[in-house]
């Protein structure tokens, strides 16, 4: 796959100089690396040798093809994540994650994260699963576990492509008894963000009926706003200070102002937060990803 020079020396300990010199040159030499030169990137390595892959049994891995810029950045953040977490218990291929699901934890593969390829060649389309290719991990590869879910935040300013992937996972979030999810960031201008986003789409979906407690305190808020005060009683005024705090967020205040003029009907709630069966232990976190080893003063090299 991709990497930078300061991957590699991090990993390994060696320092800049001589014999790191000479690495890059055998790499180039026995053509087993290809060097990109970006001016937002610095200096890139790829890795696309056959012959390397087929010593660690990924012979046509798509680590060997090229790609655009964006897709390089988000792999050597990923890089920067595993190497910077060895212990994890990765999972590291699609077959590998799909083992672990449909196998060990009995999960339909239709709950899985896929997208579907066709094409004048292909006999079928194809179905393929997890093609993110996010750092996925377990707690432990012979214990009961949990699985934990990543995803690298890019430099981009807003959270649209958060939420899209929280929306891909969500089939199979809801069959999963416990997870833990890792929002990495180079900065944390989006974490509280990003907090809210994964609580809206994840958290409250996964509990127990929200759409009713949710419909229960549109009606006790909109009676509320129009004056009703003798239909509203004391359980409705405890409950609604409780629930104000549970749908709290931009998503839900647009579900109320569109409900409130019959833009949204209670059904269209219900089929967008039908609510689990299931209890889900779920944790959030927000970290930032730190860059690993130090970069060629003299390269200018950019995270």
């Known amino acids: ?69 964006e897709y390089i950045r988000t792999r050597i953040a990923m890089l920067d994540f595993v190497l910077g977490n060895l212990g994890n218990h990765y999972l590291e291929t699609e077959p ?23 094409g004048r060649h292909m006999v079928r389309p194809t179905i393929r699963y997890f093609v993110d290719r996010t750092p996925m991990f377990v707690s432990s590869p012979s214990e009961p576990s949990f699985v934990t879910f990543t995803y690298l935040q890019g430099p981009e300013a807003n959270l649209a492509g958060f939420a899209h992937h929280l929306r891909t996972y969500l089939p199979l979030f809801r069959q999963l008894s416990e997870f833990q999810f890792l929002f990495l960031a180079r900065i944390d201008a989006q974490f509280a963000k990003a907090a809210e986003v994964f609580r809206d789409l994840v958290t409250i979906p996964l509990q127990s009926n929200p759409a009713e407690d949710l419909l229960r305190y549109f009606r006790i808020r909109k009676a509320w706003d129009l004056a009703l005060y003798g239909s509203v009683t004391e359980d409705d005024l405890i409950f ?64």
């Open 96 to 118: 590998a994650k799909v083992a672990y699901f449909c196998t060990e934890q009995k999960i339909s593969p239709s709950h899985l994260p896929s997208k579907t390829y066709s």
């Open 240 to 303: 609604r200070n409780l629930a104000k705090e549970r749908f709290r967020g931009s998503r839900f205040e647009h579900f109320y102002r569109a409900w409130k003029v019959a833009r949204v009907s209670d059904q269209e709630i219900r089929e967008e937060l039908h609510g689990s069966d299931k209890p889900h232990t779920v944790r959030f976190e927000a970290q930032i990803l730190k860059a690993i080893g130090s970069a060629d003063p003299d390269a200018g090299e950019n995270r």
């Open 1 to 69: 796959g991709y990497f930078v020079a300061r991957q590699f020396l991090g990993f390994t300990g060696a320092h800049w100089g001589k014999r790191t010199t000479l690495f890059w040159t055998k790499l180039q030499a026995s053509r087993h690396a290809k060097i990109f030169r970006f001016a937002r990137g610095g200096t890139i390595y790829h890795l696309y040798s056959r012959i390397i892959y087929s010593q660690i049994g990924h012979e046509n891995l798509r680590n060997r093809r090229d790609h655009e810029f």
